[in-house]
């Protein structure tokens, strides 16, 4: 049987080639990990352990929050919370910056995370994930909100867990992009698929058609090139997915191409997006990137934006480089 590489392995060979690694990032990856395997264990039993349902709560989004938004996002800050590898945390379920208890040492990194993307598809056993984006934080001191307002250029490391058929982590510190998958047996994810790279060119595209009338006119002009087929300009048929979960989304584009767009939406000027750019559109950016695709809001790329607020939405285009330079390329004759 060839030897299988588990994450630990990959990350410490990883971590061996920097002459400042202290082990400190190794524990906090290994913490994020092990908080996604309960919660993987919490999804796959579902309905037999009662956790499916609405919490009859709302976030700071105005969403009513499911029983495992709350379960998961309890699950990760208590299991990051205790290590001395953070200085806070930011959570999509909470509105303002977790602080780590007094009675922990407080480290050098900041972890910023949805803890279950996709959640409407949870009731339905669709694929859903977790989302994490790290960056580094002055040792030892009391992070202010302006600490997390980072350009996604500043992650060290980026990475989703998707809860669907297998369990899978897809991670990128900035040396291309790997997935590993849960050997439920074993308790471990085992390295299954080395530097992914996504088809420069594709005729796959994911939308929320339902959202057809709030769309700017790049945007509607792309789609229905696409929807008109060989007979159209593109001269060539496209297919359509919507998951309505961007960690199930971005693997499709990952493992064999396609472009995803959720785009500023004229519904409501005060919302540019509906996806939030700290701990969705960031780390999601950096992933994508990393596989040779690109990521932009239509009119930035989406690693350079200045954030203003830790849940901030924005516009998400992001796949294939060839559509998304074509979808900006509308956008600037616009
Ligand atoms: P959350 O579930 O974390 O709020 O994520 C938002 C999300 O579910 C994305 O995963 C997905 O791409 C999008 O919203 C689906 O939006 P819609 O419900 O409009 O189709």
Request: hydrophobic share 35%.
């Amino acid at each position: 049987m060839t030897h299988q590489v588990t994450l630990t392995q990959f990350i410490i060979e990883q971590q061996r080639g920097l002459p400042d690694a202290s082990g400190t990032f190794t524990l906090l990856l290994n913490n994020i990990v092990t908080a996604c395997k309960q919660i993987s264990h919490r999804v796959n039993c579902g309905a037999l352990i009662g956790v499916l349902g609405s919490a009859e709560s709302e976030n700071i989004q105005g969403e009513v929050q499911k029983k495992l938004d709350i379960i998961t996002n309890d699950i990760m800050v208590k299991a990051l919370d205790w290590s001395g590898s953070l200085g806070g945390m930011a959570s999509e379920e909470i509105n303002d910056p977790i602080k780590i208890p007094k009675q922990y040492p407080k480290g050098k990194y900041l972890v910023l995370f949805d803890p279950l993307d996709g959640s409407s598809n949870i009731d339905i056993n669709l694929t859903v994930g977790t989302i994490f984006s790290i960056l580094r934080c002055r040792e030892g001191v009391e992070p202010e909100t302006e600490d997390f307002l980072r350009k996604g250029t500043e992650q060290v490391c980026a990475g989703f867990v998707l809860y669907g058929p297998s369990t899978m982590l897809v991670l990128t510190t900035g040396n291309g992009v790997n997935a590993f998958t849960l050997d439920q047996d074993v308790g471990e994810f085992i390295l299954t698929h080395c530097n992914m790279k996504i088809p420069e060119e594709s005729s796959e595209f994911a939308i929320n058609m339902s959202n057809q009338r709030f769309w700017e006119p790049p945007v509607k002009r792309y789609i229905d090139e696409c929807v008109a087929g060989v007979d159209g300009p593109r001269g060539k048929d496209f297919n359509m997915r919507w998951v309505a979960s961007l960690v199930a989304e971005v693997y499709r584009i990952l493992t064999r191409g396609g472009v995803f767009l959720y785009p500023h939406d004229l519904r409501d000027p005060s919302k540019p997006g509906k996806l939030r750019l700290m701990y969705e559109a960031n780390p999601m950016a950096f992933i994508i990137e990393q596989a040779g695709g690109l990521c932009s809001t239509g009119r930035e790329r989406i690693l350079d934006l200045k954030p203003s607020s830790i849940h901030q939405r924005v516009p998400l285009i992001l796949g294939s480089k060839s559509e998304v330079e074509r979808i900006v390329g509308y956008h600037q004759q616009d």
